[in-house]
């Protein structure tokens, strides 16, 4: 300390992201881009795990097929709510295309959403009667409700965008009917 600065050659100016109030994980995930309707994702994933959990739970069936497409899809519906959160949540959306990560959404959002139906649906009419079964269904149920209106909110979003107009299209076959070796 021959210069007589106490914190000279440690000290950062700004700190990186891994450090100060938030550190760790929790630096790099983000609730910011879950706005608006986007916060259903949420839902989805606590609606989709209670599901799975209240499945999980059941300790005897008689017509078991129900009990195992209703385990698989309510399984399947929460590790991909949980991927598209992770998504939006971190990183990660800003290194992707924003336009691909929509549209991955919307297909996903819409199948999870009919095969959680059908799945709730035929679980319902093989059940046993008990109270876990029931409450399987009802949060089943719930996610595919969730699920739809998810998906109708982003059919409104996706229908509010700017559709190209058709003269640039009729341009373009112009282009096309002229020979190529004019």
């Known amino acids: 300390m021959e210069n007589g600065e106490v914190y000279g050659a440690t000290t950062e100016a700004h700190p990186g992201p891994g450090r100060g109030a938030r550190s760790g994980l929790a630096a790099y995930f983000t609730l910011s881009r879950l706005s608006g309707f986007r916060r259903l994702k949420v839902l989805e994933l606590v609606l989709s795990l209670l599901a799975f959990i209240c499945e999980e739970v059941v300790s005897q069936c008689t017509l078991c097929g129900g009990l195992y497409f209703f385990e698989f899809v309510s399984c399947s519906a929460f590790l991909l709510s949980l991927l598209i959160l992770i998504v939006y949540c971190t990183p990660v959306y800003d290194r992707v295309d924003p336009a691909k990560v929509k549209s991955s959404d919307f297909y996903i959002t819409l199948g999870t959403g009919l095969v959680f139906f059908v799945a709730s649906v035929i679980f319902a009419l093989t059940h046993d009667n008990t109270i876990t079964e029931i409450a399987a269904i009802v949060f089943g149920m719930l996610a595919s409700l969730a699920y739809v209106a998810d998906f109708s909110f982003m059919l409104r979003e996706k229908c509010k965008e700017p559709q190209p107009r058709k003269g640039e299209a009729a ?9 190529l070796n004019a």
């Open 171 to 179: 341009v373009r076959r112009e282009y096309l009917t002229e020979p």
